[in-house]
């Protein structure tokens, strides 16, 4: 069972940067499909960003730019560089993981093609 533990969340004002971490119990990141979904209020559950056991990464159109997803398969960890933000980044960020999937990209997977969540840390961006 894999087990995901989100960090890094805040409150920064608009245009400010944070760095989400995703620590896994186990080692997971060179097989496993990983990515970082985010859920507002009122809004239905986003991919942000997935990254792939070769490091093939993509990312929603509106992030791109702003974010970057990469990973440390030596400290088991996933990270969510997020610059320039956005009063509407704000949001429950989650991250997940699979290895069952036939393709890690946003583009074809969605949150429920994912075995594994984490319990989210919560990002808050003022204007």
């Known amino acids: 069972q894999v087990q995901l533990v989100e960090s890094g969340g805040g409150s920064v004002q608009a245009e400010g940067s944070l760095r989400l971490s995703c620590a896994a119990s186990?080692?997971?990141?060179?097989?496993?499909?990983m990515g970082w979904f985010r859920h507002a209020p009122g809004k239905l559950r986003e991919g942000v960003a997935t990254?792939?056991?070769?490091?093939?990464?993509s990312y929603a159109d509106s992030v791109k730019g702003r974010f970057t997803i990469s990973k440390d398969n030596a400290k088991n960890t996933l990270y969510l560089q997020m610059n320039s933000l956005k009063p509407e980044d704000t949001a429950m960020y989650y991250c997940a993981a699979d290895r069952s999937l036939w393709r890690c990209d946003l583009s074809v997977v969605a949150g429920g093609d994912f075995g594994y969540w984490g319990q989210g840390t919560q990002v808050t961006v003022s204007s």
């Open positions: 186990e080692y997971t990141y060179s097989s496993y499909c």
């Open positions: 990254i792939d056991s070769d490091g093939s990464t």
